[in-house]
């Protein structure tokens, strides 16, 4: 193996654990507000019982309101059926929408997957850090991002959307090039090297206004 080959391995190993290292944070995060909510539930619970003793309807109201606003800010918004796949999504769901911008879910993934937990990670990672730092460049009222997750037979189909800035991408033999830092570089080539070692299939396609990924991953 060249010296440039063991260079660029260390990289994409480093990037690797930095992107791991993230989303664990990140799913730390959403659980944590969770028990957070948790915690404080048997005092909600007093106050409404406080607020009914006296017959104030309408501050129970409003305290049910603000309750059903907190509840949905920690609540899942993602249960695909894989453990691994509802952690990623739901952090990166939850990151793009303090960015303001909108994600649409289908998601769907009813049997044990044989790939591992760390190539999945990786994978809907990249896919979603690429999505959200594209939409980043729009205006509010321009941004989604949609993804769709599926068996198909006995593969895996995930699919990501996402509109973005300057028209149809440029590319570059197999990839598309992009002005990003080189982390974003990485992550493009880590997802590549997955999918091949998988035997599986990628396809990336970029039309006016629009950049879909779309991915088959054999599951025997």
Known sequence: MSILSKKIDKQIAAYQRELIETHYEEVETMYRQMREWRHDYRSHIQAMKAYAASGDMESIRAYLN???????????????????????????????????????????????????????????????????????ELSEQERLIRIYMDMKNTQLYISFTNFAAGGKMRKQGKRFLTTKGAGHGLGLVRIDTIIERLDGYLSRNSEEGAFTTEILIPQL
């Open 66 to 136: 603000k309750l059903d606003t907190d509840l949905n800010s920690v609540d899942c918004a993602v249960k695909t059926g894989n453990p691994m796949a509802d952690a990623i999504l739901n952090s990166k769901i939850s990151l793009a929408k303090s960015k303001r911008i909108p994600v649409c879910v289908d998601a769907h993934i009813p049997v044990k997957l044989t790939m591992s937990e760390l190539d999945l990670c990786v994978i809907l990672g990249n896919l979603f850090d690429n999505a959200i730092e594209a939409s980043l």
